[in-house]
């Protein structure tokens, strides 16, 4: 930086600041001996200074010598007083600027992160993270396109797939789940603080990417192995301090995992959802005993007095359970539209919408008697660990297992190993040792159970879950 940049940026960002005041004070000194200067050597009623007397030895060697010496003390005392000063100034400012650094390396950051719509968003800088991860980087969804890994639907040597006469081997368009980063440095918890393990995955994940996930490769180069990124390493630190920055605690962590479970589990019990089932029925009969001449209003009425029955029991309903809810009304309604149709169109029409109605209660349905069958540690394990253990279940919908191949079998392998059949008793004969596994999470070259060697991949869940999740988990583990 300049000298010239520095001042008036220094002055502007913040016009009370130490640094401005010691900069407006020079200026003016500057200006001050400008003048004097000007002043003294081109006035011209000026004499030649060989003309001009001086003072005589009575001055020079009393009040004269006493007022350069006065001067000399009080410069001393000056300097004697702002050297510790400064001293004593400079190891917060040292740590000021580091903080300053840090705070503009987080405001990149999340410049970097954000998407349009969003407040940092900059249409020359912004990678939109966001629009994946979430706007406050929650979790999000990225649309793809995903081939169909059936091997049948692979393109024959140096042709091309025929989809007319293999229709279920078109591209899928899929909605993959991107994980939540603002519990990603949980996740991948540093061995130490000088030993940042974890920071360093995150680093190669954003470096990388997931490739065969839509995750991009973002940096150009990690510890000197070229990637296909753009972003040189001061971006990706940039981003990392963005990251790091929106942390949640562990316990918010964990209480959005328990939150996240109960709206799959469901947590009413079958009691307070037949009470609330029998005020909705109730509802209905009274919406539909009404007279077919009944007043407009008293219609109305029944007709809210329905839609709060059902919003109620909607609010202790699990996910699944609502979504049954939500295709009946849709069916309900499909069936009114058909039982009113005229025209041929008209019928045709509300004939598909009740089909594709009832096509999503019988889904809805499954996915709730799926779950109820479940146990705890099987819904934690979708919830939590599938996404890289579970070929396919990033874009599971199980509202429309049609819209994608199926996912692999539960726990099968993707991106992390298969667990299935003893082969994580085999890793682990001990299951304490496996709890642990879960708990930390692997590190790069680090060997875990029998014959693993880490590569820092597996995310560590001791700051996610409770020990009852974690707990839960494993037992299922250990039985697929
Ligand atoms: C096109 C959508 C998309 C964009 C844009 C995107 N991501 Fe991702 N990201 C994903 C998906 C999907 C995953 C999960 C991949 C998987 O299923 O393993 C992911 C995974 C990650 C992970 C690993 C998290 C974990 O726990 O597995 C990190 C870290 C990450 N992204 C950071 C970033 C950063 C930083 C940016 C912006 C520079 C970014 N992502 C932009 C879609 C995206
Ligand atoms: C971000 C992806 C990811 C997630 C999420 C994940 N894992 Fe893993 N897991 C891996 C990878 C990768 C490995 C292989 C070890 C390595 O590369 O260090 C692994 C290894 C394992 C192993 C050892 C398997 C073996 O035979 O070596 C177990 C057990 C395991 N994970 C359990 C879990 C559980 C339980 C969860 C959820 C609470 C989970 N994983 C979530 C990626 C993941």
Redesign the pocket.
């Known amino acids: 930086m300049t000298l010239a940049e520095s001042i008036p940026s220094e002055i502007v960002n913040d016009p009370t600041s130490f640094r401005s005041l010691v900069i407006i004070l020079n200026l003016l000194v500057l200006l001050g001996l400008t003048i004097w200067v000007f002043r003294t050597h081109f006035r011209t009623t000026r004499k030649p200074p060989n003309l001009t007397p001086n003072y005589d030895d009575d001055i020079l060697e009393t009040s004269r010598l006493e007022k350069v010496l006065g001067w000399a003390l009080l410069s001393s005392a000056i300097i004697a007083v702002a050297l510790p000063l400064y001293w004593l100034r400079e190891p917060g400012r040292q740590s000021a600027a580091q903080e300053g650094f840090d705070e503009r390396s987080v405001e990149r950051g999340a410049i970097?992160?954000a998407a349009e719509g969003g407040e940092d968003f900059d249409a020359n800088l912004s990678?939109?993270?966001a629009?994946?991860?979430g706007g406050d980087g929650s979790g999000g969804n990225?649309t793809t396109v995903i081939a169909n890994p059936d091997p049948v639907c692979e393109p024959p040597e140096g042709g091309e797939v025929d989809f007319d006469a293999n229709p279920e081997c078109r591209p899928s368009q899929v909605s993959?789940?991107?994980?939540p980063?603002d519990t990603?440095f949980l996740?991948y918890p540093d061995q130490s603080p000088e030993n940042r393990t974890g920071r360093e995955q995150?680093k190669q994940?954003?470096v990388f990417g997931?490739p065969g996930?839509?995750?991009?490769a973002?940096g150009t180069d990690y510890g000197g192995i070229t990637s296909t990124g753009a972003k040189n390493d001061q971006a990706i630190e940039d981003?990392l301090n963005y990251?790091e920055s929106i942390q949640i605690s562990p316990e918010d962590a964990q209480a959005r995992a328990t939150t996240q479970f109960d709206d799959l589990r469901g947590t009413a019990t079958p009691e307070e959802l037949a009470q609330r089932e029998e005020a909705v029925a109730e509802a209905r009969a009274t919406r539909d005993a009404l007279p077919a001449d009944a007043p407009e209003e008293t219609v109305a009425e029944a007709t809210d007095a329905v839609t709060n029955a059902i919003n109620q029991l909607k609010e202790i309903q699990s996910t699944p359970q609502q979504a049954v809810t939500d295709a009946e009304i849709a069916v309900e309604e499909a069936e009114a539209q058909l039982a009113a149709a005229e025209t041929l169109d008209e019928v045709e029409a509300s004939e598909l919408a009740l089909e594709s109605a009832e096509r999503q209660l019988e889904n809805a349905q499954a996915w709730v008697d799926r779950v109820e069958i479940a146990s705890d540690g099987e819904l934690l394990f979708e919830l939590n660990c599938a996404?890289?253990h579970t070929d396919g279940w990033?874009y599971f919908n199980p509202l429309d297992p049609d819209a994608a191949p199926l996912p692999g079998p539960q726990g099968g392998g993707g991106?992390g190993p298969n667990l299935r059949e003893g082969s994580v008793a085999r890793q682990f004969p001990n299951p304490a040792l496996h709890l642990e596994f879960v708990r930390t999470g692997s590190t790069y070259q680090v060997p875990y159970g029998v014959a693993g060697i880490g590569t820092g991949r597996m995310?560590g869940f001791a700051q996610m879950l409770t020990e009852e999740q974690i707990d839960a988990i494993v037992d299922y583990e250990r039985n697929l």
Do not use: D, K, Q, Y
């Not at 993959?176 to 994980?179: D, E, H, K, L, V």
């Not at 996930?213 to 991009?216: H, R």
């Open positions: 970097l992160f990678l939109a993270c629009n994946c991860h990225a993959w789940s991107a994980p980063l990603v996740r995150i994940i954003i997931r996930t839509p995750m991009p973002w981003l990251i996404r890289c990033s991106f995310p």
